[in-house]
């Protein structure tokens, strides 16, 4: 019998339907406009809508920023299995994607990241999975932390240069970080700042308001609702200490509502009242500004409802 009559009929194979439409990268240009130009005839608001899907991939990593600037080399693929890039998560959003950082808002229930005595799934387990399914070296780099029980926007880097620059230069790269929180009590000022040394005890934060050897922290605050014996607070971080909003109201006599460790007795919510809803850098390769944002949470506006 002949070979070909071993393998079967003779007929050729069906080839595998190709899983990405890659373009390749000549000349620098903006991810749109490289698109529409390669895509003939594809509009505005289909190129979004595929950057929106995040089926839009450059060298590996999916993309989803419609100016990302694109050098010549790079590789653009369009994905054909959308299914595969999708992310959905009760605990866990992702607001923004590219190949150096990606940023999420986390659900109040969910850790950051693991610690020596706490190894349930992390935010950062979640993200590590999604990641690696895009390519199985991927990981991602912790940049900085949300207590477990506050809610709201966070970012983490894609690789350890990122991670590195971020951490290193925090300071200059992060430019607006606020947060939403109901505190008991009415407020006795509309705004304010707190200032102290707060120092790590393990088991609680405490501050000092000379230099006792902690660390220098500062949080400016503006009043925006008094009701029903609460008040609805917008925070503004100068510095990102541990618990340090926490603290620092409790220190006025206010502290957010749920959090019994620093002296609240009710839990009207049933969580910690207290969710990072802004968060704005420049971006630490591109040099971009990078702005996020999220609503205040209803429970806390209904807790501010008059009754």
Same mark, same amino acid.
């Given at each position: 019998m002949?070979?070909?009559?071993q393998?079967?009929s003779?007929?050729p ?8 439409t890659?373009?390749?990268?000549? %000349?620098?240009? %903006? ?9 003939a ?14 089926v839009?991939?450059v ?19 369009i994905?054909?299995?959308k299914?595969?890039?999708?992310f ?11 190949a150096?950082?990606?940023v =999420? ?12 005595h706490?190894?349930e ?18 990981r991602?780099f ?13 970012m983490?880097?894609k690789?350890?240069?990122t ?6 230069n925090w300071h ?28 790590d ?5 405490s501050s ?9 922290s =500062? ?11 609460y008040?609805?607070? %917008?925070?503004q971080? %100068? ?5 340090q ?5 409790s220190?006025?006599?206010?502290p =957010?509502?749920?959090d019994e460790?620093?002296?609240?007795e =009710? ?10 809803f ?17 609503l ?12």
């Amino acid at each position: 019998m002949s070979r070909k009559n071993q393998q079967g009929s003779g007929r050729p194979r069906a080839r595998a339907a190709a899983k990405y439409t890659i373009y390749n990268v000549t %000349e620098p240009a %903006e991810l749109m406009e490289f698109l529409m130009k390669k895509m003939a005839g594809i509009s505005r608001t289909r190129v979004k809508a595929l950057l929106t899907n995040r089926v839009v991939l450059v060298d590996n990593n999916i993309q989803t920023q419609y100016n990302y600037p694109l050098q010549a080399g790079m590789k653009v693929q369009i994905s054909h299995e959308k299914h595969k890039h999708e992310f959905r998560h009760p605990l866990l959003k992702i607001l923004y994607e590219d190949a150096y950082l990606i940023v =999420v808002e986390k659900k109040e229930g969910l850790l950051s990241v693991a610690t020596d005595h706490q190894k349930e799934r992390t935010a950062q387990h979640i993200l590590n999975e999604y990641v690696k399914r895009q390519h199985r070296n991927n990981r991602i780099f912790v940049v900085h932390r949300l207590d477990r029980e506050t809610s709201g926007i966070m970012m983490y880097a894609k690789d350890e240069r990122t991670q590195h620059t971020l951490r290193d230069n925090w300071h200059d790269i992060v430019c607006d970080r606020r947060y939403v929180s109901v505190v008991m009590g009415d407020m006795e000022k509309d705004s304010g700042t707190v200032e102290s040394w707060l120092t790590d005890r393990k088991l609680y934060v405490s501050s000092s308001d000379h230099d006792d050897g902690g660390k220098f922290s =500062v949080t400016h605050y503006q009043t925006i609702k008094r009701a029903n014996g609460y008040s609805l607070v %917008e925070l503004q971080l %100068e510095t990102g200490r541990k618990n340090q909003i926490r603290v620092h109201m409790s220190s006025l006599g206010h502290p =957010v509502v749920g959090d019994e460790r620093y002296g609240c007795e =009710v839990d009207p919510l049933g969580r910690l009242a207290l969710h990072a809803f802004k968060l704005c850098f420049y971006h630490p390769v591109t040099g971009e500004l990078m702005q996020f944002e999220t609503l205040y949470p209803a429970s806390f506006k209904n807790l501010m409802l008059r009754k």
